[in-house]
């Protein structure tokens, strides 16, 4: 059974960059999309982009000029990094896996990442 | 992008009755290659991470239990729960795969009246 881990920094200071991890335990990030999902009271659930079994990556233009995810595949990872951020980049972050044709499942238990100085 | 609306917003309904939530898709969602719906349905409940329940709009995942189901097609979709329980208690999501930026609606919470 696949199972997700996200972690990295709870607090982040405005301008800098916002980095997190995905651990993937029961399978392959070579195998499958890989996908960033972060949360907000405001603006609910918003697709940040993925990175696929190969390697390429596809981002939301609303995040394209800051954003950038990455994988070890040695360490079976997944990165986010997200610089620049703002007070309105506060959320939780998670990490999911593609299922099928582009649904998510499962999830990480995401993380929380408060952008404050 | 797609954007997907839901409504209503909250919803409260009793033990044992039928649960009602809409999604519609700014943009049709039906692929003409294989007929196919790209919509999925999530539930998330307090302090989890959302839960897929169903994929294709009518797929319902393993272990997803038969009082949910998913209908519509091209933009109109409807999550239904027969006989809403107590543990159905969450906010429901809808999202579209059709295309990239994959979006989500606004979510609807579901409560017991």
């Known amino acids: 059974q696949v199972q997700l881990q996200e972690s990295g920094p709870g607090l982040v200071q405005p301008s800098e960059t916002l980095s997190l991890t995905c651990i993937v335990s029961g399978g392959s990030i070579s195998s499958h999309h890989w996908s960033w999902i972060r949360q907000t009271p405001g603006k609910g659930l918003e697709w940040i982009g993925y990175i696929d079994y190969n390697g390429g990556t596809n981002y939301n233009p609303t995040f394209k000029s800051r954003v950038t995810i990455s994988r070890d595949t040695s360490k079976n990872q997944s990165s986010l990094k997200l610089s620049s951020v703002t007070a309105t980049d506060t959320a939780v972050y998670y990490c999911?896996?593609?299922?099928?044709?582009?649904?998510?499942?499962?999830w990480g238990q995401g993380t929380l990442v408060t952008v404050s100085s | 992008d797609i954007a997907m609306t839901q409504s209503p917003d909250s919803l409260a309904v009793s033990l044992g009755e039928r649960a009602t939530i809409n999604c519609k898709s700014s943009q049709n969602v039906l692929h003409s290659s294989n007929n196919k719906d790209y919509v999925a349905w999530y539930q998330q409940k307090p302090g989890q991470p959302p839960n897929l329940l169903i994929s294709w709009a009518s797929t319902r995942e393993s272990g997803v239990p038969d009082r949910f189901s998913g209908s519509g097609s091209g933009t109109d979709f409807t999550l239904t729960i027969s006989s809403l329980q107590a543990e159905d208690v969450a906010v429901y999501y809808c999202?579209?795969?059709?295309?990239?930026?994959?979006?989500f609606g606004q979510g609807t919470k579901l409560d017991i009246k």
């Open positions: 999911a896996r593609h299922g099928g044709d582009n649904w998510f499942d499962p």
């Open positions: 999202q579209q795969y059709y295309s990239t930026p994959y979006t």
